[in-house]
């Protein structure tokens, strides 16, 4: 089985907002397998769609491959130890398995798609926080139905439920 | 609800019995589409079974001159719909575009709703769904998977409607007529099914429901069903 629908279960017959919390802890608490810095990222002038690179088109904003990682760390600091751990997944030919740090959990039953928000003009930044400041990606922004609906009403998006909940 | 910034659609559906072979072709391509659990023998006696679609049959006349007629039954999207005003908790309400709605998240399962359903087109989720392998592998990602406790039905596959919307949209051009299908309209060999927008009086489907052939399903009820059936008239 995908899901751990007895403990779904269980969750959505408890408070609403447990999972909210839950989500919170394990994002802040993610222990990534590689320290990744955004911010040094950032500030040498990368996008974050030039490694998210389905955020304006797609639905998942996406994470890179390894092999991207080494489309720059093949020559560029090689010497640091966190530089280090990512070729040895790409000698190995394995995927860096990240722990993601949003997510809706399939109980909100939730459709999200970064395209659409993207093209609407709204900042990465609106819903992930300031990544020139974090290092290891954190679950800094609590998103809660509320926070969505208050941005949709704003930019006069749909506030149909059948818009995101299906 | 401000949607004054799209075209309004009202979608809806012809059903031509006269066309529909009853191969269930509509109901399987159903089940693939919006990850519904399978049913077997027991669970349909104990009326547990969950079909977004079904085939009904009629028989006409005595045998050996017998002539079957199939009639497609699923959610006739009433604008007036019964299963509406009774639910608690406003877990299903009418949509923009004129769609009956089942909003999961909200659903608490007294299934008032069901019991309102003239048409039995609604059903509730006694158990958490279980698929066998390898069939729980091959889930639509763009449909939710409900969970015990809540009601749940034909959708008129709104992520297809979403979907085509979002691509006119992003191609700043206006919906085609036929551009949307539903997996039951799309999976029928005899093409019995037309889906469209019933606000576009040149669509199929607005031509086909104001055709003389058009009857709705108990329509005396007042429910003012968006699936129009065709027949030949008598």
């Known amino acids: 089985m995908l899901f751990d629908w007895r403990k779904r279960r269980l969750i959505r017959f408890s408070s609403k907002g447990v999972w909210l919390i839950v989500l919170c802890a394990i994002g802040a608490m993610a222990d990534q397998p590689i320290a990744f810095p955004h911010n040094s990222h950032v500030k040498l002038g990368l996008d974050c769609l030039d490694c998210h690179i389905g955020a304006d088109t797609r639905a998942a904003a996406g994470l890179p491959s390894v092999r991207k990682c080494m489309l720059c760390h093949a020559k560029l600091a090689k010497e640091k130890p966190e530089v280090q751990k990512v070729i040895a997944y790409a000698n190995k030919g394995i995927e860096i398995p990240w722990v993601r740090v949003y997510d809706f959990p399939s109980e909100a039953h939730v459709k999200f798609r970064h395209a659409p928000h993207y093209q609407a003009g709204i900042s990465c930044s609106t819903c992930h926080g300031d990544l020139t400041k974090e290092t290891v990606a954190e679950h800094t922004v609590t998103h809660t139905m509320g926070s969505c609906l208050t941005c949709h009403r704003q930019k006069h998006a749909s506030e149909d439920c059948a818009a995101c909940h299906f | 609800m401000n949607q004054s910034n799209q075209t309004q659609h009202r979608w809806g559906m012809a059903i031509d019995s006269d066309r529909c072979t009853g191969c269930q072709a509509c109901v399987a391509a159903c089940h693939a589409e919006n990850n519904l659990p399978l049913s077997d023998a027991e669970s349909a006696a104990r009326g547990r079974a ?15 001159d017998i002539r079957v007629k199939y009639m497609p039954v699923l959610c006739q999207h009433c604008d007036e719909a019964p ?152």
């Open chain 2, 83 to 234: 299963c509406e005003p009774v639910c608690p908790v406003y877990a299903t309400y009418k949509n923009p575009e004129g769609l009956n709605v089942q909003v999961y998240n909200r659903c608490v399962g007294t299934r008032y709703c069901a019991n309102n359903c003239p048409y039995s087109v609604r059903f509730f989720n006694w158990f958490d769904p279980v698929w066998p392998s390898p069939l729980d592998l091959q889930h639509n990602p763009d449909v939710s998977i409900r969970m015990a406790g809540v009601m749940e039905k034909c959708t008129f596959c709104i992520q297809r409607i979403n979907r085509a919307e979002r691509e006119a949209k992003e191609e700043k051009r206006p919906l085609a007529d036929g551009e949307v299908q539903p997996a039951c309209v799309q999976s029928c060999p005899a093409e019995a099914m037309v889906f469209g927008d019933l606000n576009d009086p040149e669509s199929k489907v607005s031509r086909l429901a104001e055709s003389g052939r058009s009857t709705r399903l108990l329509e005396e009820l007042g429910t003012q069903p968006k699936v129009f059936y065709l027949q030949r008239a008598t």
């Open chain 2, 50 to 64: 969950v079909h977004w679609i079904r085939v009904d049959r009629y028989y006409e006349g005595e045998f050996p």
